[in-house]
């Protein structure tokens, strides 16, 4: 049978009879006449097909049915009162939920401080993170699965068909073994690291970035020996910690305390190749942006020290 549907007029007419269990000052307070009240629980308690109340020419009383239905009742109309308020702070970007993908590296240093901020300025916005690599997030993005995301690349090479705001720039560092002879040296020289073998990321994971750190090895002339592939940095450098071969990571990986591994700058001499830096970006699409979105991306735009280079 098809369940009638109930206007939320009629409940607020239950409720308010419950409270005052007087027809005539329920009536006072709904701004309405005794009769129609009368008429209105009569057609709530057809619809329902339950008796709600016990009347008498002396009382009204709610039934044991009435009773268990006044809780559910009286949070149904406190939503719908809330409801005008929700609205507004929704659209304001107050309210509402963000779907947020980060890379590792990012979770090192900026992420955690800036979620709390976050949500300490906005609490009723629901944050949901998930953690992926570069390539599952734009996989993430064409299914809509998620907002936005930060995301790992080579200097100047940003996703394309993304905007973006850029809140981080480094260098990248070399990560080896702390038992490895160069180890000892407080810089490296690159000639001497170009000669190691290689743990480094996938080519799909960051493309712009592998295809960087390739381009230093060949511009030097050298072939790099890909020792081991992995996907997360924590990852690399557990492998470098196992002495399977060096690795360049982004300089705040140095945050990530593994024994057995140390981090060292490289000095580039007169005439060598540049070496690569990294960008760390919040991206995401232009199109169908959320309020709570924009709320996030101008707190973390505050964040980064107010850059206005937005793409």
């Not at 009629?10 to 308010?16: S, V």
């Not at 080896?176 to 480094?200: F, G, K, N, S, Y």
């Not at 924590?234 to 002495?243: D, P, R």
């Not at 490289?266 to 919040?282: D, F, M, N």
Request: with cysteine.
């Amino acid at each position: 049978m098809k369940e009638a549907q109930i206007e939320l007029r009629l409940w607020r007419q239950f409720a308010t009879l419950a409270e005052e269990l007087h027809f005539g000052r329920a009536a006072v307070r709904l701004h309405m006449t005794q009769p129609p009240l009368t008429q209105a629980i009569a057609q709530l308690e057809r619809l329902l097909d339950v008796r709600l109340f016990d009347r008498t020419k002396r009382s009204v009383q709610l039934t044991a049915t009435g009773q268990a239905l006044l809780p559910e009742v009286l949070d149904l109309l406190a939503r719908a009162q809330a409801l005008p308020e929700h609205a507004r702070a929704a659209a304001a970007g107050e309210l509402g939920r963000l779907r947020l993908a980060f890379v590792s590296t990012v979770g090192f240093a900026q992420l955690p401080q800036w979620l709390r901020g976050f949500r300490e300025s906005y609490p009723n916005v629901r944050v949901e993170l998930t953690e992926a690599t570069g390539d599952v997030q734009l996989q993430a993005f064409a299914r809509g699965e998620i907002d936005a995301g930060f995301m790992l690349h080579a200097t100047g090479f940003a996703p394309a068909g993304l905007a973006r705001q850029l809140i981080a720039q480094e260098p990248l560092v070399i990560a080896l073994a702390e038992q490895h002879p160069l180890a000892t040296a407080p810089v490296l020289r690159l000639d001497a690291v170009l000669a190691e073998p290689l743990v480094i990321f996938p080519r799909r994971i960051v493309p712009s970035l592998y295809d960087a750190i390739f381009a230093l090895y060949h511009a030097a002339g050298r072939s790099p020996q890909v020792a081991q592939e992995a996907i997360q940095m924590q990852t690399i450098v557990n492998l470098v910690s196992a002495g399977l071969g060096v690795a360049w990571v982004p300089e705040s990986v140095r945050q990530f305390q593994r024994p057995g591994v140390v981090y060292r700058a490289v000095h580039r001499v007169k005439r060598a190749p540049a070496l690569p830096g990294c960008e760390t970006s919040l991206v995401w699409r232009e199109e169908g942006r959320s309020p709570s979105l924009e709320r996030f991306i101008g707190f973390v735009r505050e964040q980064a020290g107010g850059r206005s280079d937005t793409v």
